[in-house]
């Protein structure tokens, strides 16, 4: 065999893409941002997973304490005893009977106040219990909006340095461009990977949301129209 076949078959060309190789051989910047973009889709799953764990167990928890609550005709015990501050209905329900209480108190010398007062208190509780739902999954929507582009960063920093190449070497054959271009587009395939799952949770955990939110407002809806009936009763 020939020198010229021996360096040939030493420096043969691999048959696919290797990710790994891809990152170890690119610039230091670009590195850095196949770093960063790793490391946000992780926390991505991470979010997507735990929220979804999360509100299974909210739909229960809530499901058992709304059918105890309309059961049950010791409220107070009801809203004292089972794990009222991890328990959005218990908290939505707990707003309005205090509220009901403060009016009671102090004589209902306005009953339609009283009410607009208690649906207040309740809807003010379903909006914050909403808002911190909704605040766990706000960095799905910061990732899938600027990964992409931050991805392009890293492609278009690679790109100069393959340019930057060519003027050192003096050679603009694809053999020696190739390889640059190459790791500079991982950047931003790693880019729509963190991107395009964080967009499509971002969509169906807000509609998780949005129908909890719906739920507590159902809820919520029912307790006022039993503190009403009280209210008449009075």
């Not at 909006?145 to 054959?173: D, H, K, R, Y």
Request: glycine content about 8%; hydrophobic content about 50%.
């Amino acid at each position: 065999m020939s020198l010229l076949q021996i360096l040939a078959a030493g420096t043969a060309m691999p048959s696919r893409l290797d990710p790994i190789e891809l990152f170890m051989q690119a610039d230091i910047v670009v590195q850095i941002v196949i770093i960063g973009l790793v490391l946000a889709s992780i926390w991505v799953w991470a979010i997507i997973v735990g929220f979804g764990m999360r509100m299974g167990r909210l739909r229960s928890k809530c499901g058992a304490f709304e059918s105890e609550f309309w059961s049950n005709g010791d409220v107070d015990s009801l809203l004292d005893g089972r794990g009222r501050k991890d328990n959005p209905s218990a908290r939505v329900a707990a707003a309005g009977v205090a509220e009901f209480r403060r009016s009671h108190k102090t004589g209902l010398k306005d009953k339609e106040a009283a009410r607009a007062r208690v649906a207040q208190a309740m809807e003010g509780q379903v909006a914050l219990e909403s808002d911190n739902l909704a605040d766990r999954i706000n960095f799905l929507a910061t990732v899938g909006s600027v990964a992409p582009f931050v991805g392009l960063f890293g492609t278009v920093w690679g790109i100069m340095n393959s340019f930057f190449q060519i003027g050192i070497q003096e050679n603009s054959s694809l053999a020696v461009v190739a390889p640059g271009i190459a790791e500079a587009l991982f950047a931003t395939a790693i880019g729509l990977f963190a991107a395009i799952p964080a967009v499509i949770a971002y969509n169906r955990l807000s509609n998780s949301v949005n129908g909890f939110e719906a739920r507590l407002t159902r809820f919520a809806d029912r307790v006022h129209a039993q503190v009403s009936r009280e209210m008449e009763a009075v």
